[in-house]
């Protein structure tokens, strides 16, 4: 074996390739002592601790099968957005009663949004008249709370009802279905309910029940989804 | 008008002994007697709408 300083070794003159061996070897007092690394060695060694390559819907997920890599922007849909998914409770006795209630912070509201609030009753027991109604006001409590509607009254033995409601906003007044008509959703023409609404102020969507006896009537509003349209 | 001034619209809807729904011309509103009406408080929600409609 000849022998040549390593700075004396011909360029590869082309990239480093897996299947590259690098062999040196030592002289020694019996001969030569040769040692060897492979291309894939060295460049698993360089790239320790190093983000591979991203390939797409490989190690690097997509949106809605579009790829991330790359500039730009991509626009997700974020209309409607849910600003709030609640469990109220059960509640028995004749009085009206927060179930649940829903926080819209201020500046949450513009004008042109839609609120659309969806949700369903159930109770477990009763046989007399429950009554669902929903309000709003700007602190969490039923006392000086304005009306915005009411659901079906529950009686004998109806222990479930969906709910559903949209509401317009046009910078001054909630728009709504008839506050005094009772009904599970406003899939028809009604009266309009205006509701003055102030966007820079904290206000509650409370939902409220009231059973016409007390236990076992156990009225309660259920997964109350709260979107809005933009 | 002054944005807290409301102008009954109505009779009221008595729902319990102590609450009931007041139309105005800003909404219904839910009153009960944990209000007071020029400091005077009510034990029930008769007297109390007695009092704020002025019979």
């Known amino acids: ?230 | 008008m002054n944005e807290s001034e409301f102008h009954f619209e109505g009779e009221a809807e008595i729902l319990s002994e102590t609450q009931a729904h007041v139309p105005t011309d800003r909404g219904v509103i839910f009153m009960d007697t944990t209000m007071t009406i020029d400091n005077e408080s009510f034990n029930n929600i008769n007297d109390f709408l007695t009092k704020l409609y002025g019979k």
């Open chain 1, 1 to 230: 074996m000849s022998k040549i300083k390593i700075s004396e070794l011909i360029p590869k003159d082309a990239p480093l390739s897996t299947t590259d061996l690098l062999m040196i070897s030592q002289e020694t007092p019996d001969g030569f002592e040769s040692k060897s690394i492979t291309g894939a060695e060295i460049i698993e060694s360089a790239q320790e601790g190093l983000q591979r390559t991203l390939v797409s819907g490989e190690n690097i997920k997509t949106v809605n099968s579009t790829s991330l890599l790359g500039s730009g922007n991509i626009n997700v849909q974020a209309n409607p957005r849910t600003f709030a998914s609640v469990n109220g409770s059960n509640l028995t006795g004749t009085s009206n009663q927060i179930s649940a209630s829903v926080l819209i912070s201020s500046g949450t509201l513009v004008a042109n949004n839609t609120i659309y609030i969806k949700g369903f009753l159930n109770k477990t027991a009763g046989t007399t008249t429950s009554t669902p109604r929903f309000y709003i006001n700007t602190t969490n409590s039923l006392t000086g709370a304005t009306l915005l509607g009411a659901g079906q009254g529950m009686g004998t033995s109806v222990f479930f009802q969906r709910f559903e409601r949209n509401i317009f906003f046009d910078g001054t007044n909630l728009n709504g279905f008839n506050s005094a008509t009772s009904a599970a959703n406003d899939y028809t023409s009604s009266g309009i309910t205006l509701t003055p609404f102030n966007p820079a102020t904290n206000y509650y969507l409370i939902f409220a029940v009231q059973n016409s006896t007390t236990t076992p009537d156990n009225l309660g509003w259920k997964r109350l989804i709260v979107q809005i349209y933009d």
